[in-house]
């Protein structure tokens, strides 16, 4: 969300960290798409007029029935944009990998999105399952040497001739910095693409871009431990948080 604040700080925001059912990459896909409806339930509820799943599991998961369950509801997927990316300025790379969940890789999400938005040629494409990188963010590691080996333990998966690396978990987006020491290919972030094609969208959707509240306000729910989320958080967001306990999605 930092990069859509940091481009368009007029909004107004809501973030909602479901921190108590994280991790969702060891849950069934039953289990990922009930939380994840509870979840858009309760964002509408406190009168949203836009929900972006910033997650690619949750997204992956969801994808298929979302339109269906909210059809006057505006839903947004964070992977959509960086699988447009990829097709409209990859320049036809032939070996691409993607890091994620293994939940998200066995959506097969990568697969339908880039047949359905016309993949006009056949890249070698392969996926990483990087889940331990994900528990490193959310408990807040700041040791470079330990993000740095565990990043490393996946790049030696990759071979030589590897062109594109899409970082398939929002969660990565934290430690892009460190991609891009190691890492001397083109590297795709779904999260920063979704907020560079986010004005496009309401340009073209000007009754959302009418309907959006401009305080330049931004609340923080967490679902678990809100001293825990506010230390972790303020950190990567470089300022202090002060998130709300969301005890249940139901109250």
Known sequence: MKYFCDLYSEYDYIFLADNKN?????????DIKDITFKAL?????????????AC?????????????LYPHKKVLSITIPGVEELIENSDQSWSV????????ILSDI???LYNRFGWQWDPDFHFVAGSSLVNLVESGEE?????????????????DDLETLILGCTHFSVYKKYFDSLFAWKIVDPSYYSAQKFLPYLQNHLDIKNSLSQNSSVKFYTTWNTENFDNIW?????QKINSILLKSYDN
């Not at 994280?22 to 039953?30: E, I, V």
């Not at 990998?97 to 998200?104: E, G, N, P, R």
């Not at 993000?147 to 071979?159: E, H, K, R, V």
């Not at 303020?234 to 470089?238: L, Y």
């Open 56 to 68: 690619n599991t949750a997204a992956a998961h969801s994808i298929r029935k979302r339109q269906a």
């Open 41 to 53: 339930d309760r964002l509408f509820d406190q009168w949203a007029k836009i929900v972006i799943i």
């Open 97 to 104: 990998w993607i890091l994620a969940t293994k939940a998200t």
């Open 22 to 30: 994280c991790p969702f990459w060891d849950k069934n896909w039953d």
């Open 143 to 159: 040791d470079i040497s330990k993000i740095i080996d565990n990043i490393n333990s996946y790049l030696w998966q990759f071979p």
């Open 234 to 238: 303020s950190k990567i967001w470089w």
């Open 110 to 112: 990568y697969n339908d």
